[in-house]
């Protein structure tokens, strides 16, 4: 730098810096990629069996969505310096969504017998996707969640803060 020049302060950061923190940001990505297939299914199978509950989940699921996205795109980010690359890597991992929508669609479509969809297949498909959404949270993001936050300072209560938005977004859909 010349005198009286200022450093940029944006990214990329130090190698191994940016190597662990574009690791995190593909883990974090997979994870939601994985995360999202039921939410997509759950979705679909919701929308046809009552529009307005699904239209009211949809719209629950894309709230929450957003810090999905950007716990995905801000490591790859700081890593890459690239936005463009952010964006694309926590697109992709929210595309998961749709293939399950889709997954819903083929299943849905080769259990209707011209009768409808029997009852059981949509019990069925709800109780999976209700057990897959509760295994993650359970298992995956309450232990991670505590692993930043050992002391408990703010995690139990960003879970019930979670549960009040979501619980008042369904409310206020409904009204």
Known sequence: LESGEVAAVSPPLEDTHSLRLKR???MTATAV???NL???LVTFVAYTADPTIGISLAIAIAVHNVPEGLCVAVPIYYATGNRWKAFGVATASGLSEVLGGGLGWIVL???NSGEGVHPDVYGALFGLVGGLMVVIGVCELLPAAHK???EDT???KSVVF?????ALSLVL???
């Open 148 to 150: 930043y936050d050992p």
């Open 109 to 111: 479509a080769s259990s």
């Open 154 to 156: 703010l995690t139990t």
């Open 24 to 26: 995190t940001g593909l």
């Open 162 to 166: 979670g549960m009040a938005v979501m």
């Open 33 to 35: 990629a994985i995360h």
């Open 38 to 40: 039921p939410e997509g």
């Open 173 to 175: 859909l409904n009204l």
